[in-house]
């Protein structure tokens, strides 16, 4: 019967792999990978033989690179105080809890009991109206039981053992996406430090242009004093002088917001920090950035695509759990005891009361529903796979707009840096023209507009280009130590996988 035949073939697979202790189910095998070499990698500084070439800084203290030691303090200070990380930690500390509490069924449970126990019998109960015809029946009972009893299964299959090997791989990816808690906390840090520097140095832009559109206020009220210049001109020059003081309030915004945002960064009030920012301060410089390696080994630091690859281990040992289920499971316990309705009587050989039990639990007719668990498992590590191959191709995605953006950035840059200085020399010849009343009002007032708007744009490209540099380290994965994590032993396994899934296997 063929029935009958799958049952015994299922029973000399239970006894095999209970003499080679080996756990059912498919190996892991790690997705291979083909990555190509990133497309846009920002370009290494230019020096000239008598200067030397500045040093990457690494990628878990990329920060240093800035050469800025308030934007050092304040990473430091989120690190220790931001709350999201504080949380993510305690995340990491339940899934380790959940590993070693899945790793504890592996062993066997020792009890230790003890009890005692005080009863008045009622003489019309069904014991009781029966022990009262004894002679010297006391309707006051006492017991004293003390005992330790032992149990354990033995995990023939290697169901206990795939599912604490999942149970660890989830734990390996909470802690992987702690460690990117940790990076998005460093670069939003950063970004929002970067962005008050650029609010600042705008605003002294705006100062200065303020001060400047003041002087020429004046000195239009002097040449009209004088009956060269009429009063349109002295509204135009009032105009301007309005028009830039109206760029102050949304600049002071912005900056209140980022300090605010800062604050809250570092796990404080909003307000609580904002006096060590009050100075203003040079954006700082771009650190050069080393990429270092394959595609894929820049991959390999990004915590998200760590994580991904070991939820796709964890659901690749859930198969091999679900398909233990097709095989008897064994158990065994024991108790070593005393019972006595005495006390004197309850550490003495009469009161000796030990056992001894072995369970067999064998879903022989339930393999229709093991057969449903082990495809929901296997459409569980699709899944996982999928999401891994699309994290991957995210993160590449990532890497790749980071370093542009960057690269484009800095060219902006610099050809803002040479507008404002042509516009600045236009700026003071029209100046002079117009002392000289060599021209009019007019160009002046046209001039000095487009340096405002050209000196502004710079400032904020800067703290953009900076912004950008923070971004491309976050994508790369910087922020945190690579040597954390616990090691991946099957090589390229942060790559895509090209097949399908391994078979079943011992």
């Known amino acids: 019967m063929a029935w009958t035949a799958h049952v015994a073939r299922l029973t000399?697979?239970?006894?095999?792999?209970?003499?080679?202790?080996?756990?059912?189910?498919?190996?892991?095998?790690?997705?291979?990978?083909?990555?190509?070499?990133?497309?846009?990698?920002?370009?290494?500084?230019?020096?000239?033989?008598?200067?030397?070439?500045?040093?990457?800084?690494?990628?878990d203290t990329w920060w240093t690179g800035f050469h800025d030691p308030m934007l050092v303090t304040i990473v430091q200070r989120a690190l220790a105080q931001n709350l999201d990380l504080a949380a993510a930690f305690a995340r990491v500390e339940q899934a380790r809890a959940a590993a070693a509490s899945a790793g504890a069924q592996l062993l066997p449970t020792f009890d230790l009991d003890a009890s005692a126990s005080a009863e008045h019998q009622s003489l019309v109960s069904p014991i009781g109206s029966l022990a009262r015809t004894f002679p010297g029946y006391s309707r006051d009972q006492r017991e004293y039981a003390v005992g330790a009893a032992a149990s354990w299964e033995i995990d023939l299959a290697g169901g206990l053992r795939r599912t604490a090997a999942a149970a660890t791989n989830e734990a390996q990816a909470a802690q992987a996406e702690q460690m990117g808690t940790r990076v998005t906390v460093v670069a939003d840090a950063a970004d929002a430090y970067l962005q008050v520097r650029g609010f600042q140095a705008r605003l002294a832009v705006a100062q200065d242009q303020?001060?400047?559109?003041?002087?020429?206020?004046?000195?239009?009220?002097?040449?009209?004093?004088?009956?060269?210049?009429?009063?349109?001109?002295?509204?135009?020059?009032?105009?301007?002088?309005?028009?830039?003081?109206?760029?102050?309030?949304?600049?002071r915004a912005g900056l209140q917001a980022q300090l605010n945002r800062l604050d809250v960064l570092?796990?404080?009030?909003?307000?609580?920090?904002?006096?060590?920012?009050?100075?203003?301060?040079?954006?700082?410089?771009?650190?050069?950035?080393?990429?270092?390696?394959?595609?894929?080994?820049?991959?390999?630091?990004?915590?998200?695509?760590?994580?991904?690859?070991?939820?796709?281990?964890?659901?690749?040992?859930?198969?091999?759990?679900?398909?233990?289920?097709?095989?008897?499971?064994?158990?065994?316990?024991?108790?070593?005891?005393?019972?006595s309705i005495s006390a004197n009587d309850l550490f003495t050989a009469r009161a000796f009361q030990p056992a001894a039990t072995a369970g067999l639990r064998w879903r022989l007719f339930d393999f229709g529903k093991v057969d449903a668990e082990v495809a929901a498992a296997r459409g569980a590590n699709a899944e996982a796979l999928a999401i891994y191959r699309q994290t991957v191709l995210k993160a590449a995605e990532d890497v790749e707009n980071a370093f542009v953006s960057l690269t484009e950035t800095q060219a902006r840059q610099v050809e803002l840096a040479g507008e404002v200085t042509a516009l600045t020399r236009a700026r003071d010849l029209?100046?002079?023209?117009?002392?000289?009343?060599?021209?009019?009002?007019t160009g002046v007032l046209d001039a000095d507009r487009q340096l405002l708007v050209a000196r502004d744009d710079l400032d904020a490209t800067r703290a953009n280009a900076a912004r950008a540099a923070v971004a491309a380290f976050r994508t790369l994965g910087g922020g945190w130590p690579t040597d954390t994590m616990p090691a991946v032993t099957t090589e390229g396994s942060l790559l895509q996988r090209l097949s399908g899934f391994p078979q079943d296997g011992g």
């Open 12 to 59: 000399s697979f239970s006894l095999a792999a209970a003499v080679a202790g080996c756990a059912v189910g498919p190996d892991y095998v790690a997705p291979a990978a083909q990555l190509q070499p990133f497309h846009h990698v920002p370009a290494t500084p230019e020096t000239s033989p008598t200067r030397q070439a500045p040093q990457a800084p690494p990628l």
């Open 210 to 251: 303020i001060a400047t559109d003041a002087r020429l206020l004046e000195l239009v009220g002097v040449r009209r004093r004088a009956g060269a210049a009429d009063e349109r001109e002295v509204a135009q020059a009032e105009a301007l002088l309005r028009q830039a003081k109206t760029v102050v309030p949304e600049l």
């Open 266 to 339: 570092m796990g404080a009030q909003p307000g609580t920090y904002a006096s060590e920012l009050s100075i203003p301060g040079e954006i700082p410089g771009i650190p050069p950035i080393d990429v270092g390696g394959s595609a894929a080994d820049v991959l390999r630091r990004r915590p998200d695509v760590i994580a991904a690859e070991r939820r796709l281990a964890a659901s690749n040992e859930r198969i091999g759990a679900a398909i233990a289920d097709y095989y008897p499971k064994i158990s065994l316990s024991g108790l070593l005891g005393f019972d």
């Open 430 to 441: 029209s100046g002079r023209a117009y002392s000289a009343g060599a021209i009019t009002l």
